[in-house]
Every structure is written in structure tokens, then in C-alpha cells.
């Protein structure tokens, strides 16, 4: 690969003082699965790397109450491995299983892939459903933003150039939750997603309460279904319910026709794929 | 140019070279260990994978600005590794190999999957190797090959 300068801060603090330092074209690298191929093929030159290998900081999956923090530079084998994740967000388990390739999974952090902003990113719509906030610091201190509102588009976020991404919470799930993450690809693994969706809510006997639903893969970042979600609030799970909401999502669902897959054909795989999970979430 | 010290194959080494080059080619052009291949250059196919600190990952995308300090372990340090060698005798009994050049990549992944996993079902065989491609075998041979080699370290 082309020679870039890079630095390797051995602390969080030197590292934020390193991005508001430096100004333009620094582009920070964690695993680095989606920007040395990004380099690679040239559509992005940034002039400064700053490598956060070194950095012992932000690797850690921890539970503190009802509140499940994740370091940004933890990989995605560490979160579908992560006791904590299968006990208190087992969709964002399910979720990290379908990324790449264990190769690939065992260098990729949770920051990058949501710093990447991808609309097709597979982490994000688990951690959009639980309504997660991210943490942004910089030298200047630090902004707790929620998740749905970090996305501009493809590739744009509301970070700024000096602060980096440390820390992904949310309110775990309790033991009475039902999620799920449902995907579809060109094949199980090594694939980018045409339509992802993740759910998450609490059961209330036969029904679902505090329901929230996101899409990825259907518009230019990962959307959220309010109308589809409160469809399904309250009522009791079973074809027919998961049918209609099947139908709500299919028009909530707002896909572009690309080289993946089709207009028509993500909205109402969209449908189905919510079809699926509830399936699954009355399954014996 | 930067200094990076590691190690491979349990050798400490310093190489001093320009940050972004890949793991893959200081392996390969820096160190002649040309054991590790390059298939797709963009993490897809598996070829180059080697183990860091003992977890598979593609030698491509891992920049010589990132292995300060780690252990790396390549297709040549195998041989002289228990679960390596009971690889590399189960890929040829069983006719796992065909032309060959995915194979490196695989004998990696099934040494971290085996590590791991000592008794291995074949859906777990599957995947622990779903990061490899075979363009000749069809893979049966390959799962065939894991489970003898994993069958055999039990005892």
C-alpha cells in the first residue's frame, strides 16, 4: 500500500490531542477492515493515519446497572462472544456473527463500523432498535448523541473532525425481552446486506410493549419503523399481526435500486424479514 | 519509515519499514515467508490468513503500523506447532488439497478454530473456515480433513 505517515498515540488523551492538532485529512484507523481497502482502491487518500492499535483504552464490554457500555475499539468477535451482549442485547450478537468473516471479525471494532456510517452497516440497526448513545470525545471534552440521530447519509455523520468515537451504551435488555436481527444477503457471510431488520421490545404475555424497529440497507443511513412498531405494540403476536406489520414496513421502507439488489424487491424483503422474526419471537 | 518489533513463528523480529505496508508483504517480500498468499489484496478470500496474538486474521489489511508488540504465527511455523502438524498430516491423507493455494490460509483458520474448539461439530468446522475459499476442493474434503486432525489430538 501507498506510504501514509502514521501516528500511534499510546493513549486516548494523546490521540484527541493528536485529531485537534492536526486539522484536515486525518483519518483515524482502528481495524482498518473498511479504510485500507478504501485506500487501497483510492477513494479515500488521507494525508495522516492515526493508528489506534496502541491504545490499551476502550476494548472492554461492561454492565453498570441497566446501562451495557461498549469501548469502540472492541472487535466484533468480542461481541458475539460477550457473555454480557448474549445475556443483554442478544440481537447486536446476532448481528456481529453475520459481519465478514471471522478474519475479519477478529480486527473490525464497533466504532469503525459505526463511524463508517454505511447504511448497510449490520451492527447499527441492533444498536439503533435499543436506542443506543454514542459518546464523542475531544479535547474539548465530551457529546453524548443518540445513535438515531448520528447518521447525515452514506458516509456523513454529525462527528467532528477533533473528536473520536469512545463508547457505544444503551439500556440493556431484561430477561423478559423479545429481539431479533434478521438480514439478507447474497450469501450467509462475506456479503453486504441488501435488507437488514432488528427489533427490540419487552413481552407482555402474548403481546410486545416498548416495541422499536430499524431498518438497514433502505435509505441513505439506517431508518427507524415508528408506524410498523406501533402497530405491533400491544397486540398479540401471530400471523396475522406479523402480515399487516409486514405490509407497514414494506412502505416504510424506503430502498433505492442499486448493483445489490432492487427497489421493490428490498421493500418487500423489508416486510418479510419482519415476517420472519416475529416467527421466530412465537416460535414453540 | 518506521521500527516495528514483533514476532513470528515464536522469533522476535524488528523490521523497519514504511507504516502502511501490509502484514503481508513484510511476511512475504520483508522476510521471504512466502508461505502466506495473496488472493484478493481486500480481506475477502482468506489466502493470506495468518494468526495474531492466536486469532486468525488476513495478513492484507493489517498495516505494519499495528503489529508492534504482537505474535504472529504463519503456514511455516506449523510444523514445528502440535495441532499444525496433525493439520497438515490430515489435509494430505485426506485429499484435501488440489491446486493448493487456499490451503496456507485454511491450515490457519483450522489451527485457531481447533485451538479453540478441540472437538469441533461439522457446523462449527464450516464456521471456523467460513473465511476461506476453495476454488477447486468444494470443501467437503477440507471439513474432512479438520475433523480427522482434531479426532486424532483428542487421542
Known sequence: MRRIDTLSPGTLQEALEILAREGEGVKVIAGGTDLVVQVLERRKSPRLLLNLSRIGDLREIGEDGETVRIGALVTHRQIERSPILKRRAPLLCEAALLIGSPQLRNLATIGGNIVNASPVADSTPPLMALDATVSLRSARGERKIPLRAFFLGPGKTVIRRDELLAEVSFAGLGPDAASFYERLGQRRLLSISKVGVALAARRDGAALRGVSISLGAVASTVIMAPRTAAFIEGKPLGDEVAREAARIAEKESRAITDLRSTESYRNRMAGALLQKGLARLTAP | ?155
Open chain 2, 1 to 155: 519509515m518506521i521500527k516495528v518489533g514483533f514476532s513470528v513463528n515464536g522469533k522476535r523480529v524488528s523490521v523497519e519499514t514504511s507504516p502502511t505496508t501490509t502484514l503481508l508483504d513484510i511476511l512475504r517480500e520483508g522476510m521471504g515467508l512466502t508461505g502466506t498468499k495473496e488472493g484478493c489484496g481486500k480481506g475477502e478470500c482468506g489466502a493470506c490468513t495468518v494468526l495474531m496474538d492466536g486469532a486468525p486474521v488476513v495478513s492484507c489489511l493489517v498495516l505494519a503500523s499495528q503489529i508492534e508488540g504482537r505474535k504472529i504465527m504463519t503456514v511455516e511455523g506449523l510444523a514445528a506447532d502440535k495441532i499444525g502438524k496433525a493439520l497438515q498430516e490430515a489435509f494430505v491423507e485426506a485429499g484435501a488439497v488440489q491446486c493448493g493455494y487456499c490451503i496456507p490460509g485454511f491450515l490457519m483458520s483450522a489451527r485457531a478454530l481447533i485451538e479453540e474448539n478441540p472437538d469441533p461439530t461439522l457446523d462449527q468446522i464450516k464456521e471456523g473456515l467460513s473465511g476461506n475459499i476453495c476454488r477447486c476442493t468444494g470443501y467437503v474434503k477440507i471439513f474432512d480433513a479438520v475433523a480427522l486432525a482434531a479426532r486424532r489430538l483428542r487421542g
